[in-house]
């Protein structure tokens, strides 16, 4: 007998409660030499924010390395709650919800090998969740296969802009005229 695949269901909402973790935001430890901070907003085809995303960013490390390390989902071995992160380790892994206003921010430390952070997107009214990448303001389209092959107009929304030392903005909007690029990893 064969079963036929079971169809996908609207992502959520219940991911905005059950997924984020204490210090999900803070892939770089407070205090880690170089670390940057890359803010923005989630928005929706009419350009309101979505007040109930979920981001997670994965990056190699500084050396470009991408084995990562423990300490994201430490657990309370008393209440088995969660306990975060270590406060040391840098993982390559980070996870945040969106505010009421659509608004989220992650710290980090530049990653190394690659001019981009790996994003994956959950949103109320998704199908599946997307995939897209923050280029930090370095990135060069002759030097990124995937940035020199889309128009300049596309390539935009994939650019993260300066807002301040070491601070960078990046908005994510799911649909409409400034849609962000998104990647198809089928």
Avoid: K, N
Avoid at 46 to 63: H, I, K, M, R, S
């Amino acid at each position: 007998m064969t079963v036929p695949p079971t169809p996908s269901q609207t992502v959520g909402p219940f991911y905005g409660y059950a997924l984020p973790f204490p210090g999900g935001p803070e892939i770089a430890p407070a205090g880690h030499p170089g670390t940057i901070t890359v803010h923005g907003s989630v928005l929706d085809g009419a350009g309101e924010p979505v007040p109930d995303a979920v981001l997670e960013f994965w990056q190699p490390a500084p050396d470009g390395s991408r084995t990562g390390a423990p300490g994201s989902m430490r657990r309370d071995p008393v209440t088995g709650g969660h306990l975060g992160r270590d406060g040391v380790t840098f993982t390559g892994f980070g996870r945040v919800a969106t505010d009421a206003d659509g608004r989220w921010a992650v710290r980090t430390v530049p990653p190394g090998g690659v001019p981009y952070l790996s994003v994956c997107v959950f949103a109320r009214g998704l199908l599946h969740h997307l995939y897209t990448r923050v280029y930090l303001p370095q990135a060069a389209a002759g030097d990124d296969p995937l940035l020199a092959a889309l128009d300049p107009a596309r390539r935009r929304t994939l650019l993260a802009a300066g807002t301040a030392p070491d601070t960078y903005r990046f908005d994510i909007r799911l649909q409409g005229e400034e849609e962000t690029v998104f990647l198809d990893f089928g």
